[in-house]
């Protein structure tokens, strides 16, 4: 199952005080706006965006059709299809994509220690 780039998704009191934190570990910024609340860094394949009021916890991210550079990919597999599988595999959901829709679409599980995990799909 091709679930497309990994990232976390931190929720943060201070995005500021994170940023500053994260580039002491060689994190870059390279996409987000600090002033909106959100970031998101890298240090060579390693993603981690920063996100500050957005949500109560932090979560497992999946980008189907980026690649961990978030450059669009060619192929890949849609976030439709991967709903799919999962749920024909009996998974729950927190919330679903709507399969007849196109483009961009996202769906958010929880595993069972709690975790969230969502698949955005921006493409």
């Given at each position: 199952?091709?679930?497309g780039?990994f990232s976390?998704?931190l929720?943060v009191k201070?995005?500021?005080?994170?940023k500053e934190?994260?580039?002491?570990?060689?994190?870059?910024?390279?996409?987000?706006?600090?002033d909106?609340?959100?970031?998101?860094l890298?240090n060579?394949?390693h993603?981690i965006?920063?996100?500050?009021g957005?949500?109560p916890n932090n979560?497992?991210t999946?980008?189907?059709g980026?690649d961990?550079?978030?450059?669009?990919?060619?192929?890949?597999?849609?976030?439709r299809?991967l709903?799919?599988a999962?749920?024909?595999?009996?998974?729950d959901?927190?919330?679903?994509?709507d399969?007849?829709?196109?483009?961009p679409?996202?769906?958010?599980?929880?595993d069972?220690?709690?975790?969230t995990i969502?698949?955005?799909?921006?493409?």
């Amino acid at each position: 199952m091709d679930l497309g780039a990994f990232s976390i998704s931190l929720a943060v009191k201070d995005i500021h005080a994170s940023k500053e934190f994260y580039q002491k570990l060689g994190f870059v910024p390279f996409m987000g706006e600090v002033d909106q609340k959100w970031l998101i860094l890298r240090n060579g394949s390693h993603i981690i965006g920063l996100f500050e009021g957005m949500f109560p916890n932090n979560i497992l991210t999946f980008n189907p059709g980026w690649d961990q550079s978030a450059a669009p990919l060619e192929q890949f597999t849609d976030v439709r299809d991967l709903q799919a599988a999962l749920k024909s595999a009996g998974t729950d959901f927190l919330i679903e994509a709507d399969p007849e829709s196109a483009g961009p679409a996202s769906f958010m599980l929880m595993d069972p220690d709690g975790n969230t995990i969502l698949f955005d799909q921006h493409v």
